[in-house]
């Protein structure tokens, strides 16, 4: 073997056609902390704080301990995906051996350039995409292919950066290398950030962007306004007020808390949660896409009978299993149980088991011995056993047959060890309502008996997808339940194709051929024993490799996300009121109503406390309707109803009902009660420990101004005339009505709708 010679090599590396790999799509540590830094809300609210700081106003900024722990959390997490993203790699770093000026010279895999002739044997991985031009290889490519059998190549077949020389030796001639492989182009598309697919998360996002457009105009013409009546100090305070009443930054910390508590419980479940927002998807989903390998079944094979013609023929198997070099999965199956023979033949030749011919042969002074597909080994007589053979594959047996002279001596039948809990497991999904879809690389025939023994629905509809165009394919999509021989972007292109039908996917994958269809999933699972790609594309990582844990992850995502939609309607209701407020306070009131240290009193009693507390209760009801529906439904009627109530309250105040002296201090009570009321309604289904939180709550409240009176300049309950308590306490007492009223509206229109 000539190779290159050292003027072909440096006119490849001044070409750049050299083994370099780039890390393009990461963020870096820089950007990770800009962009979490410095957001629009952290700007503003820094700023404010800042300010507040100047002007002397030091007890009016303790809302600043939220910003910075979310702040913190953002941080942290963003650091973590940025660790496991980098950590994406297949390929190890070993030395290469090239022939190069006729010789052969140990260099870094990085030295490589296009067209090298590369040395291989027993051990080592492929670094670079080729083709065997010389010698004889079996490669294992499972962290490529996800299935595990051994693939014997000859020279002129193509060979695949990331998989293993478990057979032979040879040379490969390069063909691709760096960005170029066929296991980079993959990884790459693995690599690159994107952010959760979450309806949480993007309805957060939606509130947050609302509320950027509104508070910066607002807040200026509410500095503007109070300047013209108040001295700066007075001024600054109330717009501070106004402006971080309408920021939901404690709804954000409480989300990103209760899924980084469902991590640390789901870890101890053997379950790595590798995106905060992915217990939430998980819950949703509607559509689980299982790989056969792996999920369920356990990647190994059995020996399930061996069908012998005679007790010779099994003397004969025992004697082929002691002479064969082959040291494949089977075989050594097969030697456990058959080693022992008298038997001696002599050898003249063996040919050893290929992918081209499928078979090995043992060829003795008198007889040949094959072992091998049962179509390879018997030729033109296949015919004549194939009804037998292929009754065998329709139980869903792998089949090898062991013939002497071509003639069969023994069928011997293998079959996937399927996993003990996926049975159980496929029937959680279904009674709940999930549909469940294989996409394997394997035969579509066998996945589809695996399928039917677990209990998949309509696992009979199974089509072979290996020679169907992206249109074809998503035209079948919804028409078929297994999908066999497929290829990376057929994964890809069905799952596009199930989410475009309205579905919420989820993908299990073990081998570097899913990563494209786990990115393009809503929520993505590895097997810790399949490859380190899939599981650093994958959300949720299953350490154990047990498929049984997903119905704990499913609850886990349920109390998370039907915790959160009843806290969060807390926080809206504040940011709405503070809105409406603001809005009121330009055309009437002409003050802001509260001070900052008001509403962050308010807050951790009526919002912050109850809410991450209440954020942990168990729950694994059905998820219903929409996210951001469902909380606003909640918190716009509140938030209308403190507004109605300082509406009454000023009114009062100028008919001389109640003082101005005690003003702020009725609105303090009855906005916190309101909000008291909004948290019993959440807190149901009501235990002894919610009803002991909703009295400690409402303690808190009543007994602050007596604790903190100079600085949060509110007046205690007891100090109150008798018409500024009955207010209050109306206000506590009308909620229930007004929001049965509002419900008995809503139930009589949708009637009048549907009549």
């Given at each position: 073997m000539k190779g290159l010679t050292s003027k072909e090599v440096l006119e490849r590396i001044n070409e750049n056609k050299v083994n370099i790999v780039k890390n393009e799509n990461s963020k870096t540590l820089f950007d990770i902390f800009f962009g979490n830094i410095f957001t629009f809300f952290n700007i503003l609210t820094f700023g404010i704080a800042i300010w507040l700081w100047i002007i002397g106003a030091y007890m009016q900024t303790l809302f600043l301990g939220v910003i910075i722990i979310n702040m913190s959390i953002g941080i942290f997490q963003e650091i973590k995906a940025k660790k496991t993203l980098e950590s994406l790699k297949i390929l190890t770093k070993e030395k290469a051996v090239v022939v190069r000026d006729n010789k052969e010279v140990e260099i870094d895999q990085s030295e490589i350039v296009l067209d090298d002739l590369i040395y291989y044997n027993i051990g080592k991985q492929i670094a670079v995409d080729g083709v065997l031009v010389d010698g004889n290889i079996a490669c294992d490519e499972s962290?490529?292919?996800?299935?595990?059998?051994?693939?014997?190549?000859?020279?002129?077949?193509?060979?695949?950066?990331?998989?293993?020389?478990?057979?032979?030796?040879?040379?490969?001639?390069?063909?691709?290398?760096?960005?170029?492989?066929?296991?980079?182009?993959?990884?790459?598309?693995?690599?690159k950030y994107q952010k959760p697919k979450s309806e949480i998360f993007n309805s957060l996002k939606l509130i947050m962007r609302v509320i950027g457009i509104i508070i910066i105009p607002l807040g200026c013409l509410l500095l503007l306004l109070s300047l013209r009546t108040n001295s700066i100090y007075d001024a600054s305070i109330q717009t501070a007020a106004a402006l971080i009443?309408?920021?939901?930054?404690?709804?954000?910390?409480?989300?990103?808390?209760?899924?980084?508590?469902?991590?640390?419980?789901?870890?101890?479940?053997?379950?790595?949660?590798?995106?905060?927002?992915?217990?939430?998807?998980?819950?949703?989903?509607?559509?689980?896409?299982?790989?056969?390998?792996?999920?369920?079944?356990?990647?190994?094979?059995?020996?399930?009978?061996a069908e012998f013609i005679s007790d010779e023929a099994v003397d004969l198997l025992a004697f082929y299993l002691?002479?064969?070099?082959?040291?494949?999965?089977?075989?050594?199956?097969?030697?456990?149980?058959?080693?022992?023979?008298?038997?001696?033949?002599?050898?003249?030749?063996?040919?050893?088991?290929?992918?081209?011919?499928?078979y090995s042969q043992l060829i003795l002074d008198n007889k040949i011995l094959s072992l091998g597909a049962p179509d390879r080994v018997l030729k033109d007589k296949y015919d004549d056993y194939k009804q037998k053979i292929e009754e065998y594959i329709d139980q869903g047996y792998r089949v090898i047959l062991f013939a002497e002279d071509y003639k069969p001596l023994a069928y011997i039948l293998f079959e996937d060890n399927i996993r003990k809990t996926a049975s159980e497991t496929i029937n959680y999904f279904q009674t709940n309502e999930v549909e469940v879809k294989i996409i394997t690389g394997d035969f579509p025939k066998t996945a589809s008996l695996i399928g039917l023994k677990v209990g998949i629905k309509d696992a009979n509809k199974y089509i072979d997808i290996s020679n169907l165009s992206d249109d074809e394919l998503v035209q079948v999509a919804d028409k078929y339940t297994v999908f066999g021989r497929s290829n990376p972007n057929q994964k890809q292109v069905l799952i596009k194709a199930f989410k475009n039908q309205g579905h919420k996917v989820a993908m299990t994958g073990d081998g570097v051929n899913d990563i494209l269809a786990l990115k393009e999933a809503d929520t993505s699972i590895a097997m810790?024993?399949?490859?380190?790609?899939?599981?650093?594309?994958?959300?949720?990582?299953?350490?154990?490799?047990?498929?049984?844990?997903?119905?704990?992850?499913?609850?886990?995502?349920?109390?998370?996300?039907?915790?959160?939609?009843?806290?969060a309607s807390l926080f809206l209701t504040k940011t709405g009121f503070s809105i409406l407020l603001s809005i009121f306070t330009l055309f009437l009131f002409k003050k802001y109503p509260f001070i900052p240290l008001q509403l962050s009193v308010i807050s951790f009693f009526a919002i912050g406390t109850p809410s991450f507390i209440l954020a942990f209760r168990p729950?694994?009801?059905?998820?219903?309707?929409?996210?951001?529906?469902?909380?606003?439904?909640?918190?716009?009627?509140?938030?209308?109803?403190?507004?109605?109530?300082?509406?009454?309250?000023?009114?009062?105040?100028?008919?001389?009902?109640?003082?101005?002296?005690?003003?702020?201090?009725?609105?303090?009570?009855?906005?916190?009660?309101?909000?008291?009321?909004?948290?019993?309604?959440?807190?149901?289904?009501?235990?002894?420990?919610?009803?002991?939180?909703?009295?400690?709550?409402?303690?808190?409240?009543?007994?602050?101004?007596?604790?903190?009176?100079?600085?949060?300049?509110?007046?205690?309950?007891?100090?109150?005339?008798?018409?500024?308590?009955?207010?209050?306490?109306?206000?506590?007492?009308?909620?229930?009505?007004?929001?049965?009223?509002?419900?008995?509206?809503?139930?009589?229109?949708?009637?009048?709708?549907?009549?």
């Open positions: 962290l490529l292919t996800g299935e595990a059998d051994r693939i014997y190549k000859n020279i002129g077949d193509r060979v695949l950066a990331g998989s293993f020389v478990t057979q032979g030796s040879g040379y490969i001639k390069v063909t691709n290398l760096g960005q170029e492989t066929y296991v980079n182009k993959l990884t790459n598309e693995a690599k009443g309408m920021i939901p930054s404690g709804l954000f910390l409480l989300t990103t808390t209760a899924l980084a508590v469902s991590v640390v419980k789901l870890a101890k479940q053997k379950t790595l949660v590798q995106e905060l927002y992915c217990i939430e998807m998980l819950a949703r989903v509607d559509l689980i896409c299982l790989d056969k390998t792996g999920t369920l079944t356990d990647g190994e094979i059995s020996l399930k009978n002691k002479k064969s070099s082959d040291d494949s999965r089977m075989i050594k199956i097969l030697k456990k149980k058959y080693s022992k023979t008298k038997k001696e033949y002599k050898v003249i030749k063996e040919i050893p088991f290929s992918s081209e011919n499928k810790a024993s399949g490859s380190e790609a899939a599981r650093n594309v994958s959300h949720l990582v299953l350490l154990d490799n047990d498929f049984s844990h997903m119905p704990d992850i499913v609850f886990e995502g349920r109390r998370v996300i039907n915790n959160i939609e009843k806290v729950n694994k009801n059905r998820i219903k309707g929409n996210f951001l529906k469902n909380i606003l439904k909640r918190a716009i009627p509140a938030s209308f109803l403190i507004l109605f109530a300082h509406i009454l309250i000023f009114i009062l105040s100028k008919k001389g009902i109640i003082s101005n002296d005690t003003m702020a201090s009725v609105g303090y009570y009855v906005t916190a009660l309101i909000l008291i009321d909004v948290l019993i309604n959440v807190s149901k289904p009501y235990t002894k420990f919610s009803i002991s939180l909703i009295i400690t709550m409402i303690s808190g409240v009543l007994l602050s101004p007596i604790l903190i009176t100079k600085s949060i300049e509110i007046l205690p309950i007891y100090r109150l005339e008798l018409n500024a308590f009955l207010v209050i306490f109306g206000g506590f007492v009308v909620y229930p009505i007004y929001i049965f009223i509002l419900r008995w509206i809503v139930a009589s229109l949708n009637n009048k709708k549907s009549d």
